[in-house]
């Protein structure tokens, strides 16, 4: 018996694609029903944005084999069968292992990539042209136990002071969950450590000014209720979800871009595959302008050797990284060995 597929139409740079769909009522959201085909005519509608917020860029495929609550993988190598306009850049991770990975550049081929069974889409800080360079700098403001997105809010808006006092303008997003993601185009002169030094010294000062409401501190046990400054999303091969894409939680949300107006009344549970459609429609899409004038982090860098040169060292970096030079010991402090 054959199984059950269907097409949809995908406007796009290149004309209209016919994308080939299968399993198409395949629920992905069990609670509210959302099926395969659902996410396809979602990533379909809000396609322009979407490349533009994410493509050119490699990009991390983040599939599911059955439905959000089920196993997932994620893929970042062409599989067998890619299509033909689908292309794929070389990058080099922090192993110093190279090898190439997917790159978006027109709506169908996140339909495409859908087909494939991803709901979520990690795209890297950098161009296709330049991997090494970042053209973005992001910071992932996440709430921990015992805050919210209440929390995270006054955390954007210094960190938005912060930023602009480092002559970097800066557009903001929700995660798609209870955290804010705040990212500044920046010039690609610089490569990823440097960029992670970058952010590492704008969460110090913010640091600095709301050390009861947000913190840079690595190990959990350290951060207590406060708003975790993520400077290892800047990392190499450290990716968040990108701007529209879906979020594999039961609600179906978005990762939306929101005017800084909006942030003070803005509720992330309201931003999913079925509302952000019609809001591009009505609203537009805020970031829409974001790259048409890109900063630099040469003054956020100033910050980073002003720090060092106070006593304030490299933060520790991700478990699965070689060991990196001036690191502190990657040991949880309540299991450090106490002097005798």
């Not at 991997?131 to 992932?140: A, E, G, K, V």
């Not at 704008?202 to 975790?228: C, H, I, N, S, Y």
């Not at 478990?319 to 402090?333: A, L, N, S, T």
């Amino acid at each position: 018996m054959a199984s059950e597929q269907t097409t949809i139409t995908v406007q796009g740079p290149n004309g209209e694609r016919e994308m080939r769909i299968s399993s198409p009522s395949r629920v992905l959201w069990p609670d509210l029903g959302l099926t395969k085909l659902d996410l396809a005519r979602y990533v379909a509608e809000v396609g322009d944005a979407f490349i533009a917020a994410n493509g050119d860029r490699p990009v991390s495929l983040q599939r599911y084999s059955d439905n959000v609550d089920g196993e997932m993988f994620f893929s970042k190598n062409p599989p067998k069968g890619t299509p033909e306009f689908i292309r794929s850049v070389k990058v080099i991770y922090p192993s110093a292992r190279s090898h190439p990975q997917l790159v978006l550049d027109e709506p169908a081929a996140a339909v495409w990539a859908v087909q494939m069974n991803t709901v979520v889409f990690h795209p890297w800080p950098s161009r296709a042209e330049n991997t090494d360079n970042p053209d973005q700098l992001r910071i992932d403001l996440d709430p921990q136990p015992g805050t919210d997105f209440d929390d995270a809010v006054p955390a954007a808006l210094g960190l938005k002071e912060v930023l602009a006092e480092a002559g970097l303008t800066c557009f903001i997003k929700t995660s798609g969950n209870r955290g804010l993601h705040v990212y500044a185009p920046i010039e690609p002169t610089h490569e990823f450590l440097e960029v992670r030094h970058a952010v590492i010294a704008a969460a110090r000062e913010l640091e600095r000014r709301m050390p009861d409401k947000v913190t840079t501190a690595w190990w959990k046990e350290e951060r207590g209720q406060r708003v975790f400054l993520d400077f290892n999303q800047a990392n190499r091969d450290r990716t968040i979800a990108g701007a529209y894409s879906p979020r594999a939680l039961a609600h179906a949300p978005v990762s939306c871009p929101i005017t800084w107006d909006e942030l003070g009344s803005a509720d992330p549970k309201n931003f999913t595959i079925l509302t952000v459609p019609e809001r591009l429609k009505t609203v537009g899409d805020p970031w829409a302008d974001m790259n048409a004038s890109p900063g630099t982090i040469d003054t956020l860098l100033g910050w980073w050797d002003r720090d060092i040169t106070s006593g304030l060292g490299e933060l520790p970096f991700p478990p699965d990284y070689p060991k990196m030079p001036g690191e502190p010991p990657r040991v949880q402090p309540s299991r450090a060995r106490k002097p005798d």
